[in-house]
Structures are given as C-alpha cells and as structure tokens.
C-alpha cells in the first residue's frame, strides 16, 4: 500500500481559504536546529528507511539493525561526538537530527539512540579519554553494537537501588560484575538480547569493604567468535506492545571478571591498590551528576513525541477535511472537520502541540548550552535536569492521547496499520515509563518546586513569616481577594462576550497559570510543614500530597509550554499569521484553565461569570481557527513520503468526489430511483 | 512463558487482611447469568483457546478459525437459537457466555460475533422460517462462514447513506447487487478477506424505480469448489491495531445476482411482479426496526470492555501489592499500591469497572426481556437502544484507560506482551468506533434525553412554560438557590471533614449526578429553541452545542451506572462487605463530581467549601479502600488459565522476597560492604 500512500507526491493538499504563512510558521516550529531537522527528513525520504509494517518481530529486528548502519554511512549519527573522531560535537543538532527520525520508524529512532544516545553517551559523558580512544570508533561505525545496562527487573525507576555488583579484586587488579539474585538481571535493554557485543553496565562499585554507590562499566559481552563470554547470561524480551524492531532482552552476570580500566571513571576512580577517589566528595551528589549526563534521552523523547503527535494531527486533520458524513442543512453531506465535536476533539490538541514544539526547542537550547560547555553551571544543569523532567512527560502522554483521538476521528480506517496512528501509538507507549516513568520525573518537579519555595524565607525573620502566612490565607479559599485584585467581579457585569474575551487574554491567561503553580505549591509546602522533623509523619505527608505535587509540577510545565508559545508570537511578523496562531495560543491557555476550571474558581481566581465563558470562548476560538486547521498542519512541514498514510494522501477525496458526481450523474440523467418517503409525500 | 504466567494454579493471591465476603461479591458481579459465565470460563481454561502472542497475522486467522470449531464441539455459541436447529432461544445467557470469551483472545470474541452474532443473527433477526431452514444450521455449525456486509469504505456510522444497490429485476426475478463507486465497497468485514463463503449485505433496495431504503439480501460468495463467484471482489485488509485474528476485508459486487428470496424479507418484502410491501408504513420507523434487531452487538460489546477493565485491573493491583519501589520511612522499600498517586490512578477506575459490570447486568436483563418476547413494546426498544448508545461508549473507553493505566502502573513490565495489557489494549482500541462510533451514539442519546425533555412540555399552556422558565433560572447561574435549597451553605460552617463527608453521601451524589444531566438538557433545550423552524439556523445551533450535548449524555449514561451500583449495593447483606462496596460506589460517584466541579460550583449545585473538600475525601476513600484492594480484584473471579500475566502470578512478590533475603543474610553474616556515606558520617 506503500504507493497508494505516498501518491501523490506533490503538493501538499490545501483549502481554498484566506490563507497564512505557512512557510514562517514552519521555520518557527523547526527551531534552532532546523537545517538539520530538514537534513534528516530528506534523507529518510529514502523508503529504506521506513517502516515496513508486514514484518514479524524477528525480520523486523534486523532490517532496523541494517538501518542503523544505513544512518552511520549517512552521516547521520555522530553530530555529538568528539571533532578528533569526526563528529561535529554538535550537542543540539543531533538531538533534532535523531527526534526527525520517528517519523521513519520509532524502532529506527529508539535503537540509534541505545548505540550511540546511550551506549555511546556513557562512554564519552562517563568515560576519559583513554575509553574514548579505544571504543568510541567502534560505537560510531557500529562495529561495536552496544546494551546500556542500567535498569534491572527489581529496579527501574529507582537506579540507586540496583542490584548487580563490580567488586575489586586488587590481586588481579580487576572488577567483578555479578548478578546476586534473579530481580538483580538487567531488563529491557535495547541490543540486549541479538545484537550488543558490549554493554555499559551500572553496579555498585565496592572496593575495600566499602560500597561506593552505583558507578559505570564497560563489559565486553562477545568475544572475537561471536559467542557469549563466560558468565554471561542473555535472554530475549519477546513481543512487546510497541518498537518490536528493537531486540530488548536481559543481562545477567555471573562472576564476570573486567580489567580495572574499564571502569568509566571520570567521576570516580579505584586505584590499583583499590583505593577509590572522586573530585565529588558526596555520593549523592557524586550519583545524580553521573546520571546528570545522560539527561539527552528525554530530551530527545520530549521532541520526538511532539513531532509524532504533530504526524497525527496532520493525517487526522487532513482526512477531517475531505471526509463527509450525515447530511447538513442543505441536504449535502458536512465534512468532518465543519462538526462542532470535531474540532474540539482537534484542535486543543493542535495548540498543544504547537506549545510543546516551541518549548521543546528552548529545552534544546538550554541542553547545548549545558552539554557545550558555554553555560555549564550546576545550577544550569539542575535547570535541565527539571526542565527535562517537567517537559517529557507533557509530551510523551499528549502524544498517546492525541494519536489515540486521531485514530478515533478517522473511524474504522484509523485502526488500518497503513493509515499510521495505531503503529505510532504503540511504538509511543513506552515513552512514557521509560527514560524516567512520566510520574517519578514529575514527582522530582514538584520536590524542585518544594525546594526553591522554602528558599525564599531562608535567612528571613519570624516577622517575615508570619506576614506572609497572613498573605497566604488572604489569597486563598473562600475570600475572593484574588478577584477583587484582578478587578474581574466589576468588570464581568458588562456584554458578556467580548468583556469576557477581554478579561481572558495573554496576561490573564499567565497570571492564571503562574498563580496556580505558585499557590499549590504553597499550599503543599503548608501541609507538609506539619510533619516538622517527624521522619513517619512527613513520609505520610508526603504521601497524601503526592499526588497533589505531581499536578502542581504538570501546572509547572503547562506553564512553561504557554510561555515558549507565547515567546513565539513575538517572533511573527505577518499580522494574519500572528492573529492566527495568537487564537492558537489563547486554545492552548484556556483549555488549560478549562482543565482546572474548579481550582480557578475554589481559590477565587476566576469569577463565576468568566468560569462560565471560558468552554463558549473555546468553542469561540475553534470556529476562528477551523478556516487555517489545513494551513496549520501543513506547516508542520511534513511530505508525501514522511505522512505515508493512504487517507491523508487525498483518496478520500476522491472517493468522496466521484460519489457526489455518480449521484449528480443520477440526477441529471433521470435515473435515480424516486426515494419510498419522497413518494409517500407525493401521494398525500 | 505461559508456564511462568499460570503457575501457581492454585488460590488467588491474597493479603492479610480483614476481609470482605469475595464469593458473595463474585455473584453480584457475576450477574443473572453467572451460571453461563462460569461455564465460559471452564471453557476457556483450556489452552487450546488461548491467544498465541507468536503467532503472525496469517496463522493467528487460522487458530482463530480452528477455534470457532471447538466453539460449535462445545455447544458454545448455539444459545441464542431457535430450540428447533438446538439452540436454547437464550439470549441473555447467549450474550453473557460470549462476553467472556474476550479473556481467551479478543478476536475469538470478535470473530465469533461476526459469525453467529452479525451474519447469523441477521439470518435470524431479519429472515423468516424459509431463510432459518435453508441456512441456520450451516451457520451454527459453521460450515457456512459468513461476513455481514453493511458498513462501507465512505458510509460508517451513517448506515442509511450506504451506496450498494439491489435492483429487482421482475423478468429474472433477481436482485442484481452492485457496488456502483469506490466508496460503497463493503468494507472492515470479518470473514470477508479468507473465510467467508457467504454474507449477508445491505443494500438499497430499489423495485420499480423506487428506492426502499437499506435491507439485507443473503448473498453467496463462493460456489461449491471454493471459487469465487462471478462479480464478487475480495481485498484483504492487511494489519490492523489489533484483532489480528481476524481476516478483515472488503466486499465489492459487480452485478452479482441474487434469487429475489435471498431478500431477508422480515420487515419488508418484493413481490415477484416488483411490487414492494412492507407491514411497517414509515420507511424511517423500518429502518430503524431493522437495525434495531442488531443492538446485540453493542450489549456485548459493553459486557466485553468491562471485563477486560476487570482482567486489567487484576493484574495491575496484583502486581501493585507485591512490588517495592523506593525506600519508606523505615528504610523498607514501599509496597506500590501504598503510594498515595497509585491508590488514585488504580482504585477510582476499579470503582468504574465496578458500576459499569453492575449496569451491564441490567442492560443485559432488558435485552433479554426484549428478545425473548416477555417485554418487547417499541418503548422497550427504544429504551434498549438508548440504553446500549449510552453504555457501550463509556465502558469501551474506560477500557482503553484502564488498561493504558494499568500498562503504565506496570511500568515496562507492563509493555511486555506477556503480562497481556498491551495485547488486550491494542485488540479493544477498535471497541470505540465499531458497532457504532461512540461519540456519534452518545449525541443519539443526546437527541433522544431532548426528545423526552420536550415531552414534558406537550399539551401544557403557556403559563405553564413561564413557570417552569422562571424555575430554571433561580438554578441557574450566579444565585445561590441551588445551595440554600440543598442547606449547604449552613451546614458547611461546622467541622469540615465530617460534616463535607455527611454532605456527599449517597442521597446528595444522586442529587448531584441526576441534577447535572436534567440541566445540561435543559440549557441545550433553551439554547436550540432560538432555531425554530429556521433549518440552516437549527443546524448551526445544534453544532455549536454537539459537544455539550455529548457530555449530557455521558452524563446520562454515569448516572445510570451509579443507580446500577446502587442498587447492587441493596443486595449485600454482610455489614463488613456493604461498608467497603459502599466506599467503593462513593469513589465512582465522587470521581465522577470531582471530574465535573466545575459545572456544580457554576450552577450553584455545590458550596466553594463543599467542592474544595470533594477530592480530600476520594484521597480518604482510597485510603480506606487500600486494605481491601486485592479481595475486591479476587472478586472478580478469574483464574491463573484466564490472568496469564507472569508478573500477576506471584513471581514478583518472590523476586522482591529474594533480594530482600539476600541483603538479610548479608547484614546477618556481617559480610556486607558499609555504605560510602555512612562511613563519611563515621569518620567526622
């Protein structure tokens, strides 16, 4: 069906409608690295890129593996990595590069970046120069497929707590890595089961009787013979819900003696007596900036997972307007998109999109600054570290609820493989427990948030306190301050609408999504505080605010997504565009405030009246925006051989049209049966 | 790995804990045809009928097939039909039994449906005698695969649109059926694209150059020697999301003609001069007749989704009690289902599932009284019809939730194939637009609570309608009248927490719920007055209020579903077990406020203080519901042969018990390396 998808090549299908400037918005969406992106989606225009969905697991597995060597003759792989081995040390470019590839195959996406986003990664980031010497040559031209051995059965989210050991042996001057009991095994490792020859492998490094957390390192896993080193144990994953092109397995270690060098030290060090050192005096700290470095695993996920839901929203939204079903006032049959439900299905999820695209393109920023060193300060990388953790889970989760109502807007041919969707979504699905389980990351936001709440009264006085306690309660349940300060309870007695519309624009829109994030930390932060230093007590705190802090810190990436589209805006110099995407803007805000629409109005943020405007603004702005949904998928810049989904190729336009013209035909010709009930009525 | 996923096939897992009556649960659940059920689940203990994850798209088809025959050996799908070709003319028990056959492989389910509940039941809903002698038994049997041939590649929900024709032609006297363009090829069929050797198709019927509108004719597709016949167009539909099992295609006739008694002349008839006779005068009220007789799809299907939830949730809270994350404050690692966030993503879905299973029973009950004859008036069939559109949409996508939260509850375990949520996931996505798209059954809904509102004003004077007007605005918007009449407003100034508690028991949830739908009606009722007689005006109106319409019938179809649990709860005489099923049914109704708070703080039906205190108290709902968790997922009832997820089997509980064993004895034998940071700590 491959043709029938791709044909036609050529342009892409627009309405006849007063248009915007889809080649400016494409350059926005594209960002910081855009040469690149468009670099990327030109090479994998090349179907042997693609994903053939006809495949089993097993042929899939190695057509994905031949792709990969298919990118490393490309070029296409090693932006990242040092000049000195012929990369660009291009830190930005290559997360956009390899996000691009999704569109291809996610399977293609998700194992390239295993070998060299990964595997590759814990070498350069975690390893000196003497590892980069002797490996990364062989990471990048793949001669040495690779595993990241990190999570194990027993502990995914919780790294800390992995199982697996690597004790030194000073008389051999070696480490052995050992897999104490069966939770112990390493699970779900891409290039586990088929095709690693290595793996870099997390364990509690223990030297002297003393365990000095988890460290990482380099386990050849083959020898020359291609056969399974001594100790060695593999075992295959099997079938799983999504990227079935990837040969996820299980490592196990039993005894597996390595040379003390292939320690990846540059954190931490064990000399040859067995005396460790690290320039980081704290384990912890010592811990979280080793896996600091690994942080581009969810970037990479936060842009992918954007640019997939936008594929979704351009096959959807572009079968919604050549679809016809039930007929309309006139008689002829309405065009998906015209219905009311339709596009409040779409289009808040287009804004969405949008938002994250923006937002992700400031993330990569942050990331290259960070990973160039240009503005590489702890502070900086703790920044990433919860932008990343804020971001990625956004993302990952609106890219399974928006494939999700793409193919259910498409009906019965949303479910067809060719079509795109259904794969998408499953490929997807691990996003977003993996990298990071979406609710473990925001839990780390809201404790961020947490945290820098309590700095501000650090040094403060008890006065200080107090005042602002009092400050607190004012604004809260109840008072309805909050609406005397934003003046709303006078100026909603006004024309309904339009005063409404007035009241709910850009600077409403972000006090209502800053204040938010601000009082429900806030708030938290006060109920916790009655834990004080009972160490049960604040675990139960805790505890039944959990889930209350994960909201706050979703509030606290909503909030950052509004504000990179905002930014955005300014960046349009076209007055119709910038209207248009300002009404996108204001969908993204207010379906935001329309989630939460309770809390608005339970903290006295929004009057009743403005409340009871903001779904009618909605419906409001769906309508504005219907004219431009075409314009505005189309400048997500994707082509014929990137969409590969026969119903957004224009066929069903064509059946729709020559439908439309049999029964013109009919007509015209006198042929057409006289329908029972028209009959009746001739009769009477 | 089926092995691992069944062992131990012994007693359900359980905690120590004080216990509810699970067997006298199990029968609530159970329902009125538990009896079959049960039978069902014996059944399908055998392996034999078991999903083979393995297996590719072509043999899975084949067992699919091969597992329909062991169906007819176990007198399994023959319930439903007349006592003189075996049958039992159980319609109830018919549906109930094939329900459970989803936990076996949703495309046995499915396929099933297709034969005996689609193509057979159209035989038998629609044909006379003539028809049930001359085919019935080849299709119980199933020596008459067949495909049931209605929706088309342009037509879906819009059946009576469908572009196939059936001309009568007096001089052969036969029906010439034809597909006249592209878009009125039969489509998605089952059977259609390898086994099915006959069908039944709806076509327009046309005689003396009148069209009758949609029936069904029985066509033959392949002669004797496995040939098609001449005219017949076969294409497979390839992959699909799910139900690989199941060989989907298109049906497409080039002037095939048919002997004018393949006519399924139930409700309408062709005589053999042409002359058309029907006993149902509106060719509208005929229509609707005859698909009415095909509600049965959308019973099942509601039975289906809500086990699944069931299967779903079994195995995520299984898994939840047995695996440890992270450290509590006693240094143990937490048990999952102790987290604050995991009780609220998996205990308010379990309460749904439980209300839903509940109203299925009912629903179940009035179809079986329609079909069996006992109370078939056109009301009960409108009811019928309206009560399967409101149900069927609400439980297929609570089971897509339930199983992508449970999936991700799982975490990657959950991704395996093995552990079944992703393969049950994939096969169920399709439950939401098939048998009726849900979003277009829930606007009929919508359409006929209009109707019946409107109802209440017939014959009545103009006096009577400025009374009732004036009464809705003093609960409308902004008074406060809704508030005083329910007393909270004073009562809410004592102890919060108890007294909100008071307020939200089951009389108010009732209130709350009920209240909601009778207003939205009667605001959108207010809102599409404005139309009149105006038709292009009452179409726009109706489109700017389809969404909200919608959701008053989601409304509608909760509210039905918490009076079902209500009800249920009636029937539980052990006090320990109706306090935590009472629990359980104030989750479901208090998530279902909670998702809405919104819309009752803007219609006065809720106090700020009253609304702030709604998501405290699911919080301690879930608390109190933890304990009992596992016995409320045992009462579902299903067996290790029917669970068949390695990580529900107990296997985690003892990976998590080795590890803990292994640091034991390493602490015990004083063998293990002091931590980093304790020794720090030591030292200063």
Known sequence: MVDAAVRPANAPIVEATPAIDVARVNDLLMGTWGDVRRQAREMIKDSAFWRKDELGKDEHRERVLSQLHLLVDNKAVHRAFPKRFGGEENNGGNIAG?????????????????????????????????HHDKWLPGVMDLSIPGAFAMTEIG??????????????????EEFVIHTPFRGAVKEYLGNAALHG?????????????????????????RGEDGVDLPGIGREDDGLKGGLNGIDNGRLSFDQVRIPRTNLLNRYGD??????????????????????????????????????????????????????????????QEVVLMDYGKHQRRLLPRLATTYAQIFA???????FDGVFSGRTDTPDDREDLETLAAALKPLSTWHALDTLQEAREACGGSGFMFENRLVGLRQDLDIYVTFEGDNNVLLQLVGKRLLTDYAKQFQGKDAAALAKFAVGMTAGKLFHGAGLRQLGQAVSDFGQVSRSVERGLREEQQHDLLAGRVQQMVADIAGRLRAGGKDKALGARLFNENQAELIEAARAHG?????????????????????????WLRDLFGLQLIEKHLAWHLIHGRLSMQRAAAVSSYIDRLCARLRPYALDLVNAFGYEPEHVRAPIASGIEKQRQD???????????????PIEEKVLKRQKR
């Open 360 to 366: 992700h393109d400031e993330f990569l920023q942050k």
């Open 558 to 582: 909503e909030l950052l997504q509004w504000e990179a589209f905002t930014d955005a805006l300014r960046r349009i110099d076209d007055p119709q565009t910038k209207k248009v995407l300002t």
């Open 658 to 672: 020559e439908a439309r013209a049999y029964y013109a035909d009919l007509a015209a010709t006198g042929k057409a």
């Open 270 to 331: 064990v000399a040859a007596d067995g005396t460790y050192s690290s320039a980081i005096d704290s384990p912890g700290r010592r811990f979280f900036t080793m896996l600091g470095t690994l942080v581009q695993g969810r970037v990479s996920l936060d842009g992918a997972a954007s640019w997939a839901s936008a594929l979704g929203l351009h096959i959807a939204i572009t079968y919604a307007t050549q679809r016809r079903q039930f007929d309309g006032a006139d008689g």
């Open 98 to 130: 390899f996000e691009e590839l999704v569109v291809a195959d996610p399977s293609l996406q998700i194992k390239s970046g295993v070998q060299w986003g990964l595997f590759g990664s814990a070498i350069l980031q975690l390893g000196t120069e003497e």
């Open 197 to 221: 020859i290595a793996a870099t492998v997390f364990a509690q490094l223990i030297t002297n009787g003393v365990n000095h957390g988890v460290h990482c390192f380099y386990v050849p896993l």
């Open 155 to 172: 502990h995914g989210s919780d790294v800390a707590a992995v199982g697996t050991t690597a004790t030194y042996d000073p008389e051999t």
